[in-house]
């Protein structure tokens, strides 16, 4: 088996494993969320690098759904016991 910084997907390959359209997968590289590498004279992204991404945003939605929830939790009155 090959080291995940081996294995590679091309542009095409990245759109329909992730399903997405290939105007997002061009956007991602654009931004360089993605960046692409030459191997073999094709343009490539790295397994690694994709799980990169995906656990970075991750992280940040897990962090902005706790920020939500302390926030909302903040507003909530405590209950008040009935007498």
């Given at each position: 088996?090959?080291?995940?910084?081996?294995?590679?997907?091309?542009?095409?390959?990245?759109?329909?494993?992730?399903?997405?359209?290939?105007k997002i997968?061009?956007?991602?590289?654009?931004?360089?969320?993605?960046?692409t590498?030459?191997?073999?004279?094709?343009?490539?992204?790295?397994?690694?690098?994709?799980?990169?991404?995906?656990?970075?945003?991750?992280?940040?939605?897990y962090?902005?759904?706790?920020?939500?929830a302390?926030?909302?939790a903040?507003?909530?009155?405590?209950?008040?016991?009935?007498?």
């Open positions: 088996m090959l080291p995940i910084t081996d294995v590679t997907l091309r542009r095409d390959e990245l759109s329909e494993v992730l399903s997405l359209s290939p997968i061009d956007a991602l590289i654009l931004t360089r969320a993605l960046e590498e030459r191997r073999d004279g094709r343009e490539v992204v790295t397994c690694a690098q994709l799980e990169k991404l995906f656990r970075d945003s991750l992280m940040r939605v962090q902005a759904q706790a920020t939500r302390a926030a909302t903040s507003r909530i009155e405590p209950e008040r016991e009935i007498e």
